[in-house]
């Protein structure tokens, strides 16, 4: 066992990763770099510590046009909370439900364009704005559907 550590110490291992890398480079689809180590182009990360896509000029409107879409998302959010009109059933119930969805799909495009940016708090809105109108349409959802102990109708009473 001996012989064979001494023989593996003392190989000339640059010698044979020379070799190899000639190898490879007769390979019809070989990679110039390979067998050079790491790329050695500099990395230079902003004042939060993390590498992000595109910095410049480019990427701070597309932050911002991030954070128009969160605020938006946030203000239909709200809106829905003070919403002018009676919901119980009815056309009006519809347009509620829509407005539901609504901050739901405004969520999902605010949370896919904050983790495109890698723009955690902006992410952290989305996903909040998600869970809210989700929970605004299983508000009137459920109830019309059987699942809640109490039953609502999607249309209303004619008059009698």
């Known amino acids: 066992m001996a012989g ?71 203000a239909l959010g709200v809106g829905m909370v003070v919403w002018p009109y009676s919901h119980v059933c009815g056309l009006r119930l519809i347009f509620y439900t829509i407005g539901a969805g609504t901050v739901v799909v405004a969520g999902l495009w605010s949370g896919l364009s904050s983790w495109k940016r890698r723009m955690g708090f902006a992410h952290l809105l989305s996903l909040g704005l998600v869970i809210w109108g989700l929970a605004l349409a299983a508000g009137v959802v459920l109830p019309r559907i059987g699942y809640a102990n109490q039953t609502a109708t999607w249309f209303c009473p004619e008059p009698k």
Do not use: C, N
């Open 4 to 74: 064979k550590e001494k023989d593996f110490k003392d190989r000339d291992w640059d010698r044979e990763m020379r070799e190899v890398d000639k190898l490879l480079a007769k390979l019809p689809d070989a990679d110039p770099s390979l067998g050079r180590g790491a790329p050695t182009i500099p990395r230079t990360y902003p004042a939060h510590g993390v590498p992000t896509p595109q910095e410049g000029p480019a990427a701070a409107g597309a932050r911002l046009t991030t954070w128009i879409r969160v605020g938006l998302g946030v």
